[in-house]
């Protein structure tokens, strides 16, 4: 079958389908106000690592005045979040996350999560996820219904019990990622391929 973008209402389902599985960036902001937020955002990739950037976009918000949802919002007004990794044992929790709470309640004490201390921005981490990139705002892009937000990552944190010999092992990191849906996959089974000369 053909699809052409401006025959069908929308090719969300097509592109959500097709573009699996996706990183998961689990993204807690503070806002003005001082509640932290925290949302999972799957449009999310590295974008450049020198200098290091990474990209999330979340859809607008229609029942938004300004079409923000909160996460944009706060990395707008305080230009800081940090992006937390998402593992198989806290994929239950980061959909809790992905609730529409009421103004000035927190997803971290939603999903009974503890904050973790960040080391150089003011949005708290998420404790229990092994890696946490802490960002600056590097820009913000108008993309349609949507925004993509770059951040800059100036630094991060990594429990010793994910790495082997100083780096980041896969193996050991057990990410998720998202399907379509309700559908999400592991990174448990993986082959190898070596890269032509
Ligand atoms: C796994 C997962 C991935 C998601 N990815 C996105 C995304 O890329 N963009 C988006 O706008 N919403 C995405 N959502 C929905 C948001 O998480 C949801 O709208 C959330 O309430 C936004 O929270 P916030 O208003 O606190 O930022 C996703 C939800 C889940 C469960």
């Known amino acids: 079958m053909d699809v052409d973008p401006d025959g ?3 090719l969300y389902r097509t592109l959500a389908g097709a573009v699996v599985p996706r990183p998961i960036a689990w993204v807690s902001t503070t806002s003005q106000e001082g509640v932290d937020n925290l949302a999972p955002y799957s449009f ?3 974008v450049s690592y020198d200098p290091p950037v990474v990209m999330f ?3 607008d918000d229609s029942s938004d005045p300004d079409g923000f949802k909160d996460t944009p919002r706060n990395v707008e007004a305080t230009e800081e979040f940090v992006v ?3 593992t198989e ?3 239950e929790a980061m959909n809790a996350t992905s609730a529409t709470l009421p103004a000035g309640e927190s997803e971290f004490d939603h999903a009974g999560l503890e904050r973790g201390d960040s080391k150089v921005v003011a949005p708290p981490s998420v404790a229990a ?3 946490n990139f802490e ?3 590097y820009e913000m892009v108008d993309v349609g219904s949507s925004t993509m937000v770059l951040g800059e990552v100036e630094w991060v944190q990594i429990d010793d019990d994910v790495t082997t010999d100083g780096k980041v092992d896969v193996t050991k990191l ?3 990622g998202r399907l379509s849906g309700s559908l999400y996959a592991t990174t448990r089974e993986r082959f190898a391929l070596e890269r032509p000369e």
Request: proline share 12%; charged share 10%.
């Open 8 to 10: 069908v209402p929308s």
């Open 44 to 46: 999310f990739n590295v």
């Open 57 to 59: 976009a979340p859809v």
């Open 84 to 86: 937390n990794v998402v």
């Open 89 to 91: 044992e806290l994929a």
């Open 129 to 131: 996820s092994p890696v």
């Open 135 to 137: 960002c600056s705002l």
């Open 174 to 176: 057990d990410a998720v």
